[in-house]
């Protein structure tokens, strides 16, 4: 990851977090627990390699927990830890925001989420 030029609180976060799919990864997890290829079915557009990565980079920021379970075949799932989940009001703030967005640029009225959920304005 690049480093904090300027030492802005801000661009701290934006560093960790910035891109195109780690906030979306947090927000899948949001829901609980899931295996990697839960979580690549969830994101379809993301390439292995940078869903690996991300997920990888969201380990070492303390975000989420990597557990490998001694089972054939091999069972790895991520957890969103304490700190992780103290995102989830920036999380449903960007939700908000993306639905509303998302609403404009439709016309308004229900959609179907990604997650599958029926949402309306």
Request: one cysteine or more; proline letters at 3%; a neutral charge.
């Amino acid at each position: 990851m690049k480093d904090n030029v300027s030492g802005c609180a801000v661009e701290e976060a934006m560093r960790l977090l910035g891109g195109r799919w780690r906030i979306v990864l947090l927000s899948y997890l949001m829901a609980g627990p899931k295996r990697f290829s839960e979580i690549r079915r969830a994101v379809p557009n993301i390439s292995q390699r940078m869903l690996t990565l991300d997920l990888r980079a969201l380990e070492e920021a303390g975000l989420l927990t990597r557990t490998i379970y001694a089972e054939v075949p091999v069972k790895v799932e991520y957890r969103l830890t304490d700190e992780g989940l103290r995102l989830r009001e920036l999380v449903e703030m960007l939700r908000a925001i993306g639905l509303r967005l998302r609403g404009q640029a439709d016309g308004g009225g229900a959609f179907l989420a990604p997650d599958g959920d029926d949402h309306s304005q």
